[in-house]
């Protein structure tokens, strides 16, 4: 089992509509979560810390479920410039390194 | 305020050939993560450097290794390229004590 898992999609929606991705790890011990959007051939851009039970920004939602292992993103009102490659990154301890899931690709259509 | 910057941006090498690339850190970070992404994939840490010294590595062979300069700046160096280091190298940056990490504009590396 890989350590942090991901849906690779492509989750098509349309314009407007709310869409939610889940993100699971193995590693129970795990302290920091985060959510980081990547466009094609770029690198990834921190989206969402997320340290406790969950954070909002916006139109971006992003929940801790540490019973079950999984974090969330929820992004509403999508929009056409949303389309991207969602990663989720969790950290073991405070400067440690971050292990990846494969991300998930949204396209968001007219 | 500078971001992470990294050079080259594209580098094309033979197998068999070394690489160094660079990265400079986001202004008053001192700690900075390599990782590979291949196509298609989530990056993939290989080390971090802090204070000048490696503090964790990933599953990378010693090919790879690398080097923190005292202005926090650092090198990445892979010897004997094989096909398989194709990829996009990315430099992270953060605080020693700190849990967010800020990437750069990665390199990406193709061996032939």
């Known amino acids: 089992r890989k350590e942090v898992e991901q849906d690779p999609g492509p989750f098509n929606v349309p314009e407007g509509a709310t869409v939610a991705f889940n993100c699971t790890y193995s590693?129970?011990?795990?302290?920091?979560f985060f959510w980081y959007r990547q466009d094609c051939r770029k690198e990834p851009k921190l989206l969402m810390s997320v340290y406790s039970s969950g954070n909002e920004d916006g139109r971006f939602t992003a929940q801790l479920n540490r019973a079950s292992q999984y974090i969330s993103l929820l992004i509403r009102d999508s929009k056409l410039s949303d389309s991207a490659t969602y990663l989720c990154a969790v950290e073991g301890n405070a400067g440690n390194m971050l292990t990846f899931g494969g991300g998930t690709r949204l396209m968001v259509k007219p | 305020d500078a971001g992470v910057t990294q050079s080259p941006t594209h580098l094309i090498k033979t197998r068999g050939q070394q690489v160094t690339l660079r990265c400079s850190p986001k202004s008053g970070h001192d700690t900075v993560s390599w990782y590979q992404q291949a196509l298609g994939q989530g990056p993939q840490f290989i080390f971090q450097?802090?204070?000048?010294?490696?503090?964790q590595r990933g599953n990378f062979p010693d090919r790879f290794s690398g080097h923190q300069f005292p202005n926090y700046s650092s090198e990445l160096n892979v010897n004997a390229l094989l096909l398989g280091d194709s990829a996009l190298y990315l430099c992270?940056?953060?605080?020693?004590?700190?849990?967010?990490?800020?990437f750069g504009p990665g390199t990406r590396l193709t061996v032939t």
């Open positions: 992270a940056s953060s605080l020693a004590d700190g849990y967010e990490q800020y």
């Open positions: 450097y802090y204070e000048e010294e490696e503090r």
């Open positions: 590693n129970s011990a795990s302290q920091s």
